[in-house]
């Protein structure tokens, strides 16, 4: 048995439900989850629906309920519906947007007044829509979805509560969309519905149920010229990627070009706009630089085809800072992903305050004699604290605090920047934040060319 709480919502006159004070403790049976997390109920909205109101009930879970009266609202519809959208992590609601890809159970709590009629009374339905699964071979906008007709006899009781549940399926992306209708034969009561996890997609099973674009045979990475593409994530430009460009070695440097991609918060999912999504356009690139984005922008299959570039020679580069290697739920994810196993880090912590100016150190003789000043004292005052892959190099660091770190993998290479562009200049510091170090533009066209020639 597997302890968990359930938020309970109340009604007040200005907003529809409000969190209670207080909080009940219940228990699920250790078969129905195999995971030890919140149980979360979907507050309820809007107070008037098609053929409900909103009601006091001492039975219900907080005390109102959606109410479905024949005398007072004759005929079928609706009693309630609501899509869960996506939603920062911390803004106070936990719906279906909150659970991993995998089984996501969802249980509506109902009551009947006649519970002797052997007919329909009431429906339930839940559907992940806008998804990225396919289902039997084909990738369809409705990807997943349960409903079911309950009837007056399917209650064991009349005036009593009881729990009737739905099954899904979810990816990475889309929405839930779940609705309770009335056929208007009874008294229905609704007082809310729960989503819980049940399973757990691994990367590799996600891949399997989506519809990966075919790789072409006989495909190689592309040569001249040396182009590379970043994403635009937050603080992007501070990260000067496009100044490195002109700083690249002069072999690499005639013809080079840059190219870029956006990255789109939607309340369904987050997309790149511009990102090389297909095999060929991908490896015409000679790097590519993930600046702040979190991997569900890359998707599964958009992570798989990285792995493979990179082993392959292409050049991958991944911001820290807070969209990227970032542990929270919406933020980050490569820890997780098909990347996590050639990543040349892990990372136990999340982006901490370094406790004042961690000033950058070169730790590689080539850095050492390459053109930068590092008497500049370039620094960073927030990291993540990562353990260093015994395969991987540290390239700079302050102390023992790596700070960029990279491993080849295959014939490429991943390149992770540990800093961020985060924290105000502190006059008191002795030196210059790295983001606004003269030569930054400068090690990043170093780490862009690896061992193809040292920046100028």
Known sequence: MTAYTRALILASALTVFASCASSEQSKVDATASEYPEEEMLVELGNPDRAKSRLQADPDARSGYAMVADPADKPGA??????????????????????????????????????????????????????????????????????????????????????????????????????????????????????????????MAELLESLDPPVRPAGLTLGGEPFLVHETHGMYMKLWRMRQAMDRLPELLRAGAKWEQSYLNVHPMHNTLSGYPSKWEDLYCHRAVVLNNVPASAVTVVGTMMLKEYVQDGGCLVMMGDTHSLSLRMLSGGWDSSLL???????????????????????????????????????????????????????????????????????????????????GEKMPDATGVPFWEWKDWPTLMAAVLAGDQAEAR
């Open 77 to 202: 519809g609706v009693i309630w519906g609501r899509l869960t959208y996506t939603q920062p992590p911390g803004a106070g609601q936990k719906e279906l947007y909150h659970q991993s890809p995998g089984k996501i159970r969802c249980t509506f709590r109902l009551k009947v007044a006649d519970n002797t009629i052997d007919k329909p009374v009431v429906s339930i339905s839940a559907s992940i829509d806008g998804g990225e699964l396919k289902k039997d071979g084909w990738k369809m906008w409705t990807i997943v979805s349960a409903s079911h007709q309950l009837k007056a006899t399917d209650f064991a009781a009349p005036d009593v509560y009881q729990e009737f549940s739905l099954d899904l399926l979810k990816g990475e992306q889309g929405y839930g969309n779940l609705n309770v209708s009335t056929t208007g034969l009874t008294k229905v009561a609704f007082d809310g519905l729960t989503v819980q996890q049940i399973s757990r997609l691994d």
């Open 340 to 422: 996590a196993p050639l990543l040349p880090v892990t990372l136990p912590s999340d982006l901490v305050y370094g406790g004042g100016p961690l000033t950058m150190v070169p730790q590689t003789e080539s850095l050492r004699q390459a053109d930068l000043d590092w008497s500049s004292a370039p620094y960073t005052l927030y990291c993540h604290k990562a353990i260093v892959n015994p395969e991987a190099e540290v390239l700079v660091a302050a102390g023992e605090v790596p700070l960029v770190v990279q491993r080849k993998v295959g014939k490429g290479r991943i390149v992770v920047l540990l800093c961020a562009v985060l």
